[in-house]
């Protein structure tokens, strides 16, 4: 089946621990993303890989690292998490041929305290 | 910017209601358009597009037509079901950037009532 998977699906974590959120696609997409989600601001893409070891910005990058040393995967870390980053997180793929059509993962709810 | 604006929600219909969500943009030039769907739980799945004007996008009965000249992409259908509930986000493909990233609405939430 083809899918995006994230894990975990809950974290709750304290200010300052360093975590890693995980993602991979089954589906040999080129593009990946990852977005927060967050009540009234909807969805704000925070980096996107256009393939192996090729990263950039979205939107609201500051606090966030991320890698893409293999095509299916494509790790969120938060070096330093602070409550502000407390949100709702997607991973997403889609095909270069057609970028627009992104497949998103079933999100990880994570709370920073 | 590149910025899109749907209705505030929630909208409460009863089944077999008319729907009507509004969505407008601000971009520039003739972006593609999108309507995505989240059902609880789930991430967003791709529900219809439009590449240029006077396109429409059509799935699972909804529709949406777009409007260059009043720059809007409005989803419509005509007798919606309980399981249509959900939160329906508009997005426009950025031009020239972003990995052609989406840049999202805020989302409506849509409830159904049987």
């Known amino acids: 089946e083809a899918q995006v998977t994230q894990n975990p699906r809950y974290l709750i974590t304290v200010t300052g621990k360093k975590l890693t959120v995980t993602c991979s696609q089954n589906?040999?997409?080129?593009?990946m993303s990852w977005y927060r989600q967050d009540p009234g601001l909807g969805l704000r893409q925070i980096y996107y890989?256009?393939?192996?070891?090729?990263?950039d910005k979205g939107d609201v990058p500051e606090g966030y690292k991320v890698s893409r040393k293999e095509k299916r995967n494509f790790p969120l870390i938060l070096e330093s998490p602070s409550p502000n980053q407390t949100s709702l997180y997607f991973c997403?793929?889609?095909?270069?041929?057609?970028?627009?059509?992104?497949?998103f993962g079933p999100g990880t709810r994570l709370t920073v305290t | 910017g590149n910025s899109v604006t749907q209705m505030e929600g929630p909208v409460t219909l009863s089944e077999e209601a008319f729907l009507t969500i509004n969505c407008t943009y601000t971009?520039?030039?003739?972006?593609?358009l999108f309507w995505y769907v989240q059902y609880p739980g789930e991430g967003l799945q791709l529900l219809l597009k439009?590449?240029?004007?006077?396109d429409k996008g059509s799935n699972k009965g909804f529709e949406a037509t777009y409007r260059k000249e009043t720059t809007s992409f409005h989803l419509e259908k005509g007798s919606v079901q309980v399981s249509d509930s959900a939160v329906y986000f508009c997005?426009?493909?950025?031009?020239?950037?972003?990995?052609?990233?989406?840049?999202f609405g805020k989302g409506t939430h849509l409830i159904i009532q049987p």
């Open positions: 997403a793929s889609s095909p270069r041929d057609r970028a627009y059509e992104q497949y």
């Open positions: 589906m040999n997409h080129e593009y």
């Open positions: 890989s256009m393939n192996v070891e090729a990263t």
């Open positions: 971009a520039t030039g003739y972006p593609s």
């Open positions: 439009a590449t240029k004007a006077d």
């Open positions: 997005a426009l493909r950025r031009l020239g950037g972003g990995a052609d990233g989406l840049t």
